[in-house]
């Protein structure tokens, strides 16, 4: 049987047009090909973004939690067309319970944090809420980078920011401080912003800071010094908000984006207060928390996330590029759309920079590289030895190991991901070779972020194959598989998922229900391998190629 979802949605990829290595493919959100993009222009799981601009290139950080590598790393040469080219952090090195021998660090790990470039030198900044503030530097943004520096240990706060005024001579580090969560007793004063003397090396905290601001949830702080004032962007909770709109998805709170303006040329202030930006316009989802750019014309713009505060945020938390105008010294992100003097967001707009192509994230793999693409990540550091690109040349190699803890996938340290592109439709197909696996594994194709849903086989004790549906630990038993060769499918129309599969590549026959992709442990749905040996750690998955279409740009051929 043909699969029911992939021969729905066939028709869509037929009206885009097919892409070679020079001729890219526009879509429904991103680039559009004719001089204008639309909002999301990173329609995927990017979220806590800082972006750095050095000449005529941005640099662009987002992190992802226990996901390792930690902290990944995109460029753009028009602040819209994003291309991933590492991660800051190879390993989450600074915790034993993000290595594969726990996996107990679901949620936690890499954070919001800040990226900056500052005489020849980069720097990363960012805070593991159970472990510290910790920052590396590199001379080359793509690496390599130090060694994660422990500024400060074990803290509450979060989304650190750093600046440094090379009139005075000194740097800061700014973040906030939680006071409790938004809507408590406990956050009835918010949460604190702080602002902290730097060492100019930027490796040390150099008093107990200020508090600068405070307000339910305010976090996010960067600092900006703007025509001589000194200006910090923060996010903040308005519990219940007065301007809920009239939709049955609103959350009944919003997270404004506020900007403070300094009323004196110290950093410390006075400041004033404004509200600048706010969910409107058809959008739904907390607008703020991101970063300022200017473009070379001198116009300025500012990249966000959408909050995940609707609910099915099931691609996490995407990336909105708004123009800015700078009214009586404010900065309106967006467009006034209501007309109350606050901005609201913009869905279809002229690039800031014209010319350049359409790029995007790298998605499919031939695995033919000595280095896995940086699209890739784990869940949770791998164990070292149990993959390889080099035993079989152009194949991906996962080696089963037991499931630690209450077992199971989320046990499993050999599972590699990537995000899906999207909230419309989608096919990802993945070939695997079959043979070198062993009694008591299982491996195959799976989504997950709040749940997983896997489609796989299972070896048994007499070294029979056969495939199996797990949906978040309900199984199902399906046909034996004799074959060698094994293709797995998945389609999803919106957060309606399915999979398929083949032992030829071409008559896929479904297996397993219609499911629901979540949002959950702070990741959007996620598509990859899995491999796990109940019972010890022998067998393997290869992986020969993986494609993925979906309804945004793309290019026809992607490399690292």
Not at 324 to 329: A, I, L, M, P
Not at 355 to 380: C, V
Not at 398 to 406: E, F, I, T
Request: charged share 25%.
């Amino acid at each position: 049987m043909i699969s029911k979802l992939a021969a729905a949605w066939t028709a869509v990829f037929l009206l885009i047009p097919a892409a070679s290595a020079d001729e890219p493919a526009s879509g429904t959100w991103g680039d559009q090909g004719d001089g204008t993009y639309r909002n999301p222009i990173l329609n995927a799981d990017y979220p806590d973004v800082d972006v750095e601009r050095l000449g005529d290139t941005y640099y662009m950080i987002s992190s992802k939690q226990h996901m390792s590598p930690g902290m990944v790393l995109l460029e753009s040469k028009d602040m819209v067309n994003w291309r991933t080219i590492g991660h800051v952090w190879d390993k989450l090195s600074w915790d034993p319970k993000y290595d594969g021998e726990r996996m107990d660090g679901y949620r936690f790990g890499v954070w919001a944090g800040d990226l900056a470039y500052h005489d020849g030198c980069w720097y990363c900044y960012q805070i593991d809420f159970t472990n510290g503030l910790y920052m590396s530097s590199a001379d080359e943004v793509r690496g390599p980078w130090t060694k994660p520096h422990r500024m400060l240990a074990k803290t509450r706060w979060t989304d650190p920011a750093v600046y440094w005024d090379d009139h005075a001579r000194q740097a800061y580090l700014v973040c906030n401080f939680g006071r409790g969560k938004p809507g408590t007793d406990a956050a009835a004063a918010g949460n604190e912003i702080r602002l902290f003397r730097m060492s100019w090396d930027g490796r040390e905290l150099l008093d107990e800071g200020r508090v600068i601001h405070r307000g339910a949830g305010a976090e996010a702080a960067k600092i900006y010094r703007i025509d001589g004032r000194w200006y910090v962007f923060l996010a903040q909770w308005f519990r219940p908000d007065p301007r809920r709109p009239d939709h049955p998805d609103a959350d009944r709170g919003d997270r404004k984006q506020l900007v403070l303006r300094s009323q004196t040329d110290s950093i410390y202030g006075p400041y004033e207060v404004k509200v600048v930006y706010e969910r409107g316009n058809g959008v739904i989802r907390s607008c703020s928390q991101g970063a300022l750019m200017q473009a070379p014309d001198g116009s300025w713009w500012y990249t966000h996330q959408l909050i995940q505060n609707i609910p099915a945020p099931f691609q996490g938390r995407p990336q909105m590029l708004q123009p800015v105008e700078w009214v009586d010294g404010w900065p309106m992100i967006g467009e006034d759309a209501d007309g109350d003097g606050i901005g609201e967001p913009v869905l279809h707009h002229v690039k800031p920079i014209p010319g350049f192509p359409i790029a995007a994230p790298p998605t499919d793999d031939e695995f033919d590289s000595p280095r896995l693409g940086p699209q890739w990540e784990w869940n949770h550091n791998p164990r070292d030895g149990r993959w390889s690109l080099a035993e079989r040349p152009g194949w991906l190699r996962l080696k089963a190991s037991v499931p630690v803890g209450p077992g199971g996938f989320w046990g499993a340290s050999g599972t590699i991901s990537q995000r899906i592109m999207g909230t419309g439709k989608g096919e990802a197909t993945a070939r695997f070779d079959l043979s070198g696996m062993r009694p008591g594994q299982r491996a195959g194709f799976v989504r997950f972020g709040g749940v997983y849903h896997l489609l796989g086989v299972h070896v048994d004790d007499e070294g029979t194959r056969r495939l199996f549906f797990d949906a978040d630990g309900r199984v199902a038993t399906g046909p034996v598989v004799d074959a060698r060769t094994l293709w797995i499918r998945t389609t999803n129309d919106g957060d309606q998922a399915q999979f398929a599969w083949s032992t030829d590549g071409r008559t896929f026959g479904d297996f397993g229900p219609v499911f629901t992709v979540k949002f959950g442990k702070w990741t959007g749905d996620r598509l990859g391998f899995f491999c796990w040996n109940d019972r010890a750690p022998e067998g393997h998955l290869d992986v020969d190629r993986f494609r993925y279409d979906y309804d945004g740009p793309k290019r026809a051929v992607d490399s690292p």
